[in-house]
């Protein structure tokens, strides 16, 4: 039985990853949104996320649902997964009552207890559960994004991932080379 | 007809089918080996060919959310672990703008990879590949090169088995040719070594050995009937020579040696006494009143009497001593070297006595030959053929008319 052992699968992703010419675009976005290096990248990692995630019946449009101060999340608007369904983005309050509706919870800086309010209630309800600062992993997320100079690493919470009620595709398990 | 000079080289037989064997078995090598060679190659190339699909399409999935995710280090080590499967030379993940996110290449060692690239480029000209999608969408592509090296080695083993093969079938074919060659070439050589020995020692009696090859036997039953054949006409042939030389130097009717054989004795036995110092005689006879015998009683008479008296003549002489018939009634002997004068007058006496037997006639009456005899002694008479003879005419023919006086008294039966 997979205990509480977090395993830390860590995807190394580098930040020019994108092609010259969306790379462009997107610092010119990035340049006019705000002067966080890492955005962009959380917004394509969160987008390749909910991409290999799948829900029973499948969410039309995706609601992302942000708890919380996040510092990087400003690219996460107007994301479109491959098949054409749309990520919407809304802020809900850290209540547990506040989840219903939402089928991503990306988790910004909350205390401790605040955020496993969040991902207990969120669990087993088919919520993908994304923290984007919690380096001790306490907040029992699936995804814990790992900012490093220059590039941006997730570790897995494989507990949580099995307790979720979705599936994630295990060829996500497979980028990471344990850590 | 086409002559060989005998110094001029020929090839033996058995260097003939050496020969040809080893060029049929080379033959049958190469064209084995190479049809193996290319159609295993052939074959190998189109299973790696599938392979390499196969590998493209698997990396195609493993490597998708890495790329979704613009991991280039998950991607490279999601190819880098395919890539070490045997039998691929390169791996590039490319966007759909052609850009390479990542790739592996074969690590080569120095030595071969100059054969090696060059087979790579000829083996494998076009790169596997498969497209990674994104529900329906091409988020990039997959191109994998082959990598020819297994290929090679098949190639360079097969080659060297060839070889093997090839040595192998060499010293079996010396073997082979040996064999063929005791089989074969022993009963030809049996027939040549026959067919030599009775050309040069005349050996018609020699046989050709049974072969064990039916062809061959065939011809060796056919030659030895050849052979028997020349035996029998070199018999005839030898019969009919010596029967001639028999009659050259023997008298037809009597059987008793001719003038010539008679000239021949007299000169060997001169030549003989010359050597020992002893002497001999040569005894000249002709029958008394012939011609009346062979006037009143006819000519078959004439020569009953002829071989009547051959016959006592022969019985009375001994066996060193020679009888001959002269021609017309006129015999001779030559008596071997004698002690005295006593043998040569015992030999008179025993031919008196023998002819005083009568003979028969044809007619079938009987009738009695008389002889005269003249005596020659060497050397005390001549030492020459011509003076013998002479001298022992002479003696006989005055024997004769020494008979005819007596006779005149009454005693002439002839």
Known sequence: ?179 | MQRVSPNQALPTLSQLLARVHLRLILFSVVLAALSLLVSGTIVIRNYASRNLDLVAKTVAYTVEPAVVFGDKQAVAEGIASVGAVNGIDRVAVLDPQGQVLAEWRHPHGDFHSRIEDAANRFIWPKPAVATISRNDTAIGRIEIYGNSEGILRYALSGLIISLSCLGLTVIATRILARRLQQDVIAPLDHVAEVAHAVRSDRAFERRVPSSGIAEIDRFGRDFNALLAELQGWHAGLTSENAELARRATHDALTGLGNRVLFEQTLADAIGQSVRSGQSFAVLYFDIDSFKQINDRHGHECGDSALIAVAERLRQSIRQADHAFRLGGDEFAVVLAAFADQASISAVLERVDRAMAQPYRLPTGASANASLSAGVAVYPDDGVSPQDLLRRADANMYQAKKDRALSGAKGKNHA
């Open chain 1, 1 to 179: 039985m997979i205990r509480v052992a977090t395993i830390i699968f860590a995807a190394m992703l580098a930040s020019f990853a994108a092609p010259p010419a969306v790379a462009a675009e997107e610092s010119l976005v990035l340049a006019a949104a705000s002067g966080d290096p890492y955005a962009p990248a959380v917004g394509r990692m969160v987008q390749s996320m909910v991409e290999y995630t799948r829900w029973t019946s499948p969410p039309n449009p995706v609601e992302l649902c942000i708890s919380g101060p996040a510092d990087h999340a400003s690219r996460l608007d107007g994301l479109r997964l491959s098949d054409g369904r749309a990520i919407v983005r809304r802020s809900i309050s850290a209540s547990p009552l506040a989840l219903a509706g939402c089928d991503v919870l990306y988790l910004g800086r909350l205390p401790a207890s605040a955020a496993r309010g969040l991902t207990d209630a969120a669990r087993g309800k088919g919520v993908l559960t994304i923290a984007e600062s919690d380096p001790d992993g306490r907040s029992q997320a699936m995804f814990v994004l790992v900012f490093r100079p220059g590039a941006l690493t997730f570790r897995l919470n494989i507990d949580a991932v099995s307790r979720s009620g979705l599936r994630v595709d295990p060829r996500v398990l497979r980028l990471a080379q344990g850590g």
